[in-house]
């Protein structure tokens, strides 16, 4: 069992900086890929960022070269730094952790954290 908590959500105003984090309880976060999505009102949950237990990252079109995803194996913790924010960045941002192999899947969620970008 994992448990994620995600915090670092906040207000900031629009060409502003937050920095995300979530912290995984449990003692193979290191196999988990790990994924930021983020659900605004009246809008499917979408992919944000994601990077695997190898370190590669992926992101959606709309934050690349703004959001950051790393992590730090060593304290079970996964970041997500967004910069030049903008309002349609306004959503409960959710981390997510996946391990799966050939006989199991494992999947867990945190609870989310609100960001919104408003003036």
């Known amino acids: 069992q994992v448990q994620l908590v995600e915090s670092g959500g906040g207000l900031v105003q629009p060409g502003g900086s937050l920095r995300l984090s979530c912290a995984a309880s449990?003692?193979?976060?290191?196999?988990?890929?790990m994924t930021w999505y983020r659900q605004a009102p009246g809008k499917q949950r979408e992919l944000v960022a994601a990077?695997?237990?190898?370190?590669?990252?992926n992101y959606a079109d709309s934050v690349k070269a703004r959001f950051t995803i790393s992590r730090d194996d060593a304290n079970n913790t996964v970041y997500l730094q967004m910069n030049s924010l903008k309002p349609e960045d306004t959503a409960v941002y959710y981390c997510?952790?996946?391990?799966?192999?050939?006989?199991?899947?494992?999947?867990?969620w945190g609870q989310g954290t609100q960001v919104t970008v408003s003036s």
């Open positions: 449990g003692s193979i976060f290191a196999m988990y890929t």
């Open positions: 990077i695997t237990s190898e370190g590669s990252t």
């Open positions: 997510n952790a996946v391990w799966a192999g050939s006989t199991w899947y494992h999947d867990y």
